[in-house]
Every structure is written in structure tokens, then in C-alpha cells.
């Protein structure tokens, strides 16, 4: 039964043109049972059927060949159009990991260094300082600004060690002022963004904590400076074109295609309590690298068939595999003393490299690879990258409120129907 639904995905995958070529054809330790997948589509359509999402499409590829794609459910309960291949979907922060491959290309080509202050390319950043609260005589707490002890350096960006956070109320009084600044909802220039936010204090010291924010937005704007051309521009020519990312973008810009745009049921549009989930169907002028892409499960699948090939896809490549391999290594673990922030979204058998989470120890009651990569998007969708059993799985969905739940329900059930 399940060889021909494999069979039939394989098809599905090819008419849509988003079947990716094999990798080294190493044999994999673990492979999916059907039984168990028979449980991941179970779980997926009853969060369809209760209403908690409108549908998803979800694709495990071993071996460079998809041995599970379904489809569930409509883009849109207003529409009623069945979830399809073609469907588009808000990536946010899902973004990262290509703006990182692109500040990696650079690296490789000696355009850009890890060492590199920020400041080297934005020289605004030279004056920034560190928000830190103190409690006067009378009891009262204020904001005093500290210099920096060391520059913001371009690895600071990839891993989240700059001191640039996202802004949220009840946060301490750094934060509230990224809030207040309302960057998610400016629509800047990527230097326009660059600008404004060098003006706001830093939350922590440059290289003491991982502090989830602003840093690839940042990141995509050394880029831009570097390329000499806009970021996706440089994204095009470099990555999205070459590997026939072809529906890669920052908002959809023909009106043919907005019935293809996946949304959330009406009552699940709020990121935060300040800011809903982006009408991708209106220009936008903010290139965001850290959260501003839409694409297709297909896009993101030859991304991450590139990834676990090492850096190669279809006879091209585009990074060397110690390249990536130094992406998907652990940069903040013990040895380096940085801390991690309440929120600290990898979670605890988890570290981070440049761009994305990595598992550097086994969660308890399972036997989860160790080295495993990935990263997800406030919108819901998430990926990752398991080279132990040379397989990915891309799930596409938009629900803020269900996302973290419904992932870790998924990646057990998943890593549960490989024996894991």
C-alpha cells in the first residue's frame, strides 16, 4: 500500500518539477516505516479535520528521492482550494538559513570574515552602545548606556550573539524600545532598517548570550553592501535562479498567483499581539533576510537537498562541504561561555551554528540524531536536516499559535517511524 502512495509523491514531486537528485548513495541507518507514517498522516488530518489548521504539505526525501509527500486539506478555508505543490507559503524566519548561505558564500570568497567588524561595513554600528537597567537611590530604574567592549563582528550575526533583539512589551526597557520602533511594520530599505536600528541600544554585550532578533537582517544588508546589489538580486543570481528556486521572494507579485498564497484560519493571524501575519499579496519594500520570504514546499526542498549534499546540487555548487559542515556545527556550546536567553528556541539538547539549531546531545526516551540541523518560521513552517540517515523533512503550514506544538508532535512521530 505505502510503495504506491511513495510512488504516486514521486510523481506528484516530478510533474511539479521538485524532485532533487540523489546525494552519495551511503545506505541509510534508519528508514521510514509505513506504519508509523501511517500515523503521521493521522495526526495531520485530524488538525485538519478539528479545525485547528486549514491544511499542510509535508515531504521527507531520503537518499534524494521523496519517500513521503501528502498534501492536506485547502490553502484557505475562504477559498476551499485544495493544498497543492504550487501553494505559497510566508517562510519568515525560515529566511535565515538562505541569508546565511549567501554571508557563507562571501566568506568563501574572501569578500567577507568572520572577524569583520559589522562596523567595517556599517559604519553606524561603530557608536553603538548597551541598554543597561539601573535602579537609582529612589528606587527608580533607568536605562544608562555602557560602551561596547568588543565591536559586533559578522559572526555575531550569524549566531545570534550581537545583542539586537526582537522587541516585545514586558521584556525589560531595551526590548520595549524595539517594540516601539515598530521595525517589523516600517517596510524600509534594508539600509534604511540598517540605519534606524544602529540608533537603539544593544540588549546584552556583543558575543555574551544568544539573543534571537535582528541579526540576519542585519546580515542580508552587509550582503547587500558587499554584493553591491539589492538582496535578492544577489540571492537570485547566486542561489534562488541557479537551483530553480523559482517562486523564492519577498512578497508575490502576480495577482494570477495569489490563490496559490496558503493562510491561516481567521482567527490565527496574530504573530504578537501587535503585529498580524504580513499580507504578502502588497509590495514590499523590506528585504528582510532574518523573516521576509515566501515560497514553496518545492523551493525549499532543492535548498535543502543542496545542504545534505554538501553544498552541491545538480552538478553545481555553491558551497564547499566544510563549509557547510562548519555551518551546522555547534558555535555557542560550553567552551565559548555564552549563555542563552529565557527563550532560547533550540531547546536544550540543541545548540547553534551559523544559521541554523544543531542537536548535540540525545533527547531522553529517544535516539535522535546528533547533528541534526534545522530551523522554523513563526508562521509555522519548519525544516530539518538529519545527514545520519541522509534525509530532510520540509512541513509547510501557516498557524502562529499551533506551530510549536504541532513540530514536536511531528518530528516524534516522524523520528518514531524510523525506530528513533
Avoid at 507514517?37 to 499542510?56: F, H, M, Q
Amino acid at each position: 500500500m505505502f510503495g504506491r502512495r511513495a510512488l504516486i509523491a514521486a510523481l506528484v514531486l516530478l510533474a511539479g518539477g521538485i524532485v532533487a537528485k540523489a546525494g552519495s548513495e551511503r545506505p541509510a541507518v534508519h528508514t521510514l516505516a509505513p506504519a508509523g507514517l501511517a500515523k503521521v498522516s493521522d495526526y495531520i488530518r485530524n488538525e485538519v479535520a478539528t479545525g485547528k489548521i486549514p491544511g499542510a504539505i509535508l515531504l521527507l526525501q531520503q537518499h534524494g528521492k521523496p519517500v513521503y509527500y501528502q498534501n492536506f486539506g485547502v490553502r484557505d478555508v475562504a477559498t476551499e482550494l485544495s493544498m497543492s505543490a504550487d501553494t505559497i507559503f510566508r517562510l519568515y524566519s525560515m529566511s535565515k538559513p538562505v541569508t546565511s548561505v549567501m554571508a557563507m558564500m562571501l566568506v568563501e570568497e574572501g569578500k567577507l570574515s568572520f572577524d569583520d567588524p559589522v562596523s567595517k561595513y556599517i559604519p553606524a554600528f561603530a557608536g553603538m552602545k548597551v541598554g543597561i537597567e539601573k535602579k537609582a537611590e529612589d528606587g527608580k530604574v533607568a536605562l544608562v548606556l555602557e560602551p561596547l567592549e568588543r565591536p559586533i563582528t559578522i559572526k555575531d550575526l550569524l549566531r545570534h550573539t550581537s545583542g539586537l533583539p526582537y522587541g516585545y512589551y514586558g521584556g525589560g526597557m531595551v526590548r520595549e524600545l524595539y517594540a516601539n520602533a515598530n521595525l517589523f511594520n516600517s517596510d524600509l530599505t534594508n539600509a534604511e532598517f540598517a540605519a534606524k536600528i544602529a540608533t537603539l541600544p544593544l540588549v546584552e554585550q556583543p558575543g555574551t548570550v544568544w539573543d534571537y532578533g535582528y541579526s540576519t537582517d542585519v546580515l542580508g544588508r552587509v550582503v547587500e553592501i558587499i554584493a553591491g546589489k539589492t538582496l535578492l538580486q544577489f540571492e537570485k543570481e547566486r542561489l534562488l535562479d541557479p537551483l530553480g528556486m523559482t517562486e523564492m521572494a519577498f512578497f508575490v507579485a502576480d495577482p494570477a498567483k495569489f490563490p496559490r498564497i496558503a493562510e491561516p484560519m481567521p482567527e490565527d493571524r496574530n504573530i504578537n499581539p501587535t503585529t498580524q501575519v504580513r499580507d504578502i499579496r502588497r509590495p514590499a519594500t523590506w528585504e528582510s533576510g532574518g523573516g521576509g520570504m515566501v515560497g514553496t514546499i518545492g523551493d525549499y526542498a532543492r535548498f535543502a537537498q543542496m545542504l545534505l549534499n554538501g553544498g552541491t546540487y545538480d552538478g553545481r555548487r555553491y558551497l564547499k562541504p566544510e563549509t557547510i559542515a562548519l555551518m551546522a556545527s555547534d558555535h555557542i556550546g560550553p567552551e565559548t561561555k555564552i549563555a542563552r536567553d529565557q527563550n532560547y528556541y533550540p531547546g536544550g539538547s540543541s545548540g547553534f551554528g551559523l544559521g541554523f539549531a544543531v542537536r548535540t546531545s540525545v533527547p531522553p526516551g529517544t535516539t535522535w540524531p546528533l547533528g541534526e540541523y534545522r530551523w522554523d518560521g513563526v508562521g509555522g513552517t519548519f525544516f530539518f536536516i538529519d545527514p545520519e540517515d541522509d534525509l530532510f523533512g520540509i512541513f509547510m503550514v501557516q498557524t502562529p499559535t499551533q506551530r510549536g506544538r504541532i513540530q514536536l508532535a511531528l518530528k516524534t512521530l516522524i523520528y518514531q517511524a524510523m525506530g528513533r
